[in-house]
């Protein structure tokens, strides 16, 4: 017994020492494999989740660039849900990604919370930072300093159904507010007499996203000065009064719930309405899913003979705890410079921030793209102020009760810049 | 306690073994449970400056007070108060209802118990997933309706009824959880006496309300109690039914989903602790409330 357990015992240090000796042999062997290669850093990089297509070209994007350099690995991770809160909360927490794209309209609020490295002293002759649209730059510049460069823009127009104009007798989509009104009427449609409507003339979506620039149509301003809201005012509500005039007298426009679909572009797209105001990003989605659908795009009709529209942007930032640095810069430099811009918008999903790529890729005669390229030059750009996520939360809740009809557009509006100014006075 | 083992050394030992057993329960209690609730004092006393550059300046009792001019607050109790008041009542009697009839020797009665119990076991994110579907425009539900004759509503995009379809499918997954209680407290009241007021004339109705619901006195104050302090802190199915923003114009919004936007979207820890903190000492108050209402409600 007592012998077994000897031997037992020594078959058991033998067999550690064996394991032992093994494990040194193969670290020694991976270390002097390593020493020959060239050390490789990681740079992590987040962003949202877009469409499939979109997905799958940053993915091959990546992968040239990590071809390119082959010292620096990149380490993407999706954020399924509430990008920015989860974004704040890492960046808190020290756990945020080296590069991680950064919405415009949430930009003045991190560029004052010195959260964001300052990208001037990386950028270089031939980045060719000129190229860039000047007011687009200017969205993530503050105090001087750049601390993003903008991957992207993406502006609304007017898609209308080919098919429910013909059949309405109409030949060209509206090119005024007042028309797109008319038009609307002629398009509502109750196909099988059940006194439910089948097909509206237009699908309205009253968020401020989508609507600020109905405000300045007739002079009226989104933020004061100091960022606090200042939309209710008389020249401010005229451009919103039509839209809800239409909704609830001619009753020739539906939400997108009203609908039984969860966007603007899902319900063009079922035809429940024959025009809607989208932006680019719904052009691949419709050609994709949707094939048989023909349509076509137009500017956005003019409100108070002004052209208008929406521009949206996004760009890279980078982490002020980013640990490298320079590998990070190399990525967005590599992903923000004109051959990776080139690459990316030619997806279509979006357009070029740089001039010389919008240039080359000729989206200003592209039939589709054509409206959304023109209305870059007047487009009012998503941001206004620190406190714009603030503002636009109690603006949506208060409009669309104006269209529910339980108060009128001005009380609304006036509840909704009083509360969200409380609040923004509270948090100071 | 001290001076207990000072005075008998002999008991210091058992003290030691005792605190031994139980520090990894209190090591982790103390660590997740009872420093977060002290944090969080901390934090509802304080303007909390937490991304570039943590800062905490202490404000005294600042936070409370903010509470009364902040309308979204008042808002965000009405429904939480309302949803209480229809949910508690009906998925306590649904349940009752539900028990009673499966501790009955219906044929297949173990198989309705596992399909009453099935959405209590299923996540209620993927619940409140499969309701969006259920709830659109043109989906089931609607058509449903249409077909029986019913009206039909704009379930998600209507405020008027946005909450009650939360309501409806809150009932619809807690009301089992709280039937499986009252089966097991139906299977506890002895035989004897329904024998015995069997022997005396009652019939079924009167056995119900005079035996059995008054046995049960000490389980409904249970289940009320759970399904206050569930219904209170309801957030995930409005939170995804609104996309965390307690839309339709703030039907869904409940203190919960403020908190959590207070928290996450502002950043403003310390009002949403003290936000916590109002929530908590109106749950304890209505408890209390209940309590007496229940006489001592012993549990056991």
Same mark, same amino acid.
């Given at each position: ?46 962003? +949202? ?35 920015m809160?989860?974004?704040k ?16 309209f949430q930009a003045p609020f991190l560029m004052n919370k ?166 680019? +990003? =719904? ?43 320079? =590998?990070? +810069? ?13 690459? +990316? ?40 102020g620190e406190y714009l996520p ?39 | ?50 991304l ?10 600042? !936070? ?21 008041? $229809? ?42 997933? $499969? ?10 539900? !609607? ?124 950043l ?31 549990? !056991?």
């Open positions: 017994m007592k012998r077994r357990s000897f031997s037992l015992a020594t078959l058991s240090l033998a067999t550690a020492t064996l394991l032992a000796s093994c494990v040194r042999g193969l670290r020694h062997i991976w270390n002097s494999e390593r020493r020959n290669q060239p050390q490789t850093v990681t740079v992590s990089l987040s962003g +949202w989740q877009a469409n499939p297509n979109e997905q799958a070209l940053l993915a091959q994007l990546l992968q040239d660039f990590e071809s390119q350099h082959p010292a620096i690995k990149v380490r993407y991770e999706t954020i399924a849900d509430q990008y809160d989860v974004i909360t890492r960046l808190i927490g020290d756990a945020a990604p080296d590069v991680f794209y950064l919405d415009v010195k959260v964001l490295e300052p990208l001037d002293a990386y950028i270089t002759q031939d980045f060719d930072l000129a190229d860039f649209e000047p007011p687009l730059l200017n969205a993530f510049q503050d105090r001087g300093q750049i601390y993003g460069l903008p991957k992207d823009v993406s502006t609304l127009a007017l898609f209308y159904n080919k098919k429910a104009f013909a059949e309405a007798g109409l030949s060209r989509p509206p090119q005024t507010w007042q028309e797109l009104r008319e038009f609307s009427k002629k398009l509502t449609l109750d196909r099988n007499g059940d006194g439910k409507v089948d097909q509206y003339g237009f699908g309205v979506i009253p968020e401020l996203a989508r609507q600020a620039f109905m405000i300045k149509a007739f002079g009226g301003r989104l933020v004061d000065p100091n960022g606090y809201a200042a939309f209710a005012t008389e020249q401010g509500l005229q451009g919103l009064q039509g839209l809800l005039d239409q909704y609830r007298q001619d009753r020739s426009s539906a939400q997108k719930t009203d609908v039984g679909t969860h966007s603007g572009s899902e319900m063009f797209a079922q035809e429940k309405v024959a025009m809607v105001i989208e932006g680019n +990003w =719904a052009i691949p989605y419709l050609t994709e899913t949707f094939p048989a659908l023909e349509f076509g795009t137009a500017e956005v009709p003019t409100v108070n003979d002004q052209p208008g529209t929406m521009a949206f942007s996004v760009a890279y930032v980078m982490n002020q705890q980013a640990k490298h640095k320079a =590998a990070a +810069w190399q990525l967005i430099a590599y992903l923000t410079g004109k051959e990776g811009m080139k690459r +990316w918008t030619r997806g279509g999903s979006a357009l070029p921030s740089r001039r010389s790529v919008a240039a080359e890729l000729g989206y200003d005669q592209d039939p589709l793209r054509s409206a959304f390229s023109a209305g870059v030059d007047y487009a009012t750009p998503w941001q206004a603030l503002i636009m939360d109690n603006f949506d809740n208060q409009l669309l009760s104006a269209f529910l009809g339980e108060q009128t557009l001005l009380t609304a509006l006036q509840q909704a810049q009083a509360t969200a100014n409380r609040e923004i006075a509270a948090t100071q | 306690m001290i001076r207990k083992i000072q005075s008998q050394p002999g008991d210091l030992g058992e003290a030691v073994s005792g605190y031994g057993f139980m520090a990894p329960a209190i090591l982790v209690l103390g660590l997740f449970v009872l420093v977060p609730i002290f944090y969080a004092v901390f934090l509802s006393l304080h303007k909390v400056q937490l570039g550059g943590v800062e905490f300046r202490f404000i005294g009792l600042r !936070n409370f007070g903010r509470m009364l001019g902040d309308e979204r607050i008042w808002i965000a109790l009405k429904n939480t108060a309302e949803y209480v008041a $229809i949910v508690v009542p009906v998925q306590t009697i649904l349940a009752l209802i539900l028990a009673i009839v499966l501790n009955t020797q219906i044929q297949g009665r173990n198989w309705f118990r596992i399909i009453y119990f099935l959405p209590t076991v299923t996540s209620s994110a993927v619940l409140t997933l $499969i309701f969006i579907w259920l709830y659109n425009t043109n989906g089931l539900l !609607n058509d449903f309706l249409a077909f029986v004759g019913l009206p039909t509503y704009n379930w998600l995009g209507d405020p008027n009824v946005a909450l009650k379809a939360i309501m409806l499918m809150n009932i619809w997954s807690t009301a089992p959880l709280f039937m499986v209680i009252y089966l097991a407290a139906l299977q506890d009241i002895p035989k004897s006496i329904y024998e015995a007021a069997a022997i005396d004339g009652a019939n079924g109705w009167q056995r119900l309300v005079h035996i059995t619901i008054p046995s049960l006195k000490p389980v409904t104050f249970f289940v009320i109690t759970m399904g206050i302090i569930g219904t209170f802190q309801l957030f995930d199915q409005s939170y995804i039914f609104s996309e965390g923003k307690g839309g339709p114009n703030n039907a869904t919004l409940t203190v919960v989903l403020l908190i959590y936007q207070y928290a996450f979207k502002t403003d820890m310390g009002y949403a602790a003290a936000l916590a903190f109002m929530l908590a000492a109106i749950i304890i108050a209505i408890t209390l409330i209940q309590r007496r209402f229940f006489g001592d409600g012993r549990l !056991n």
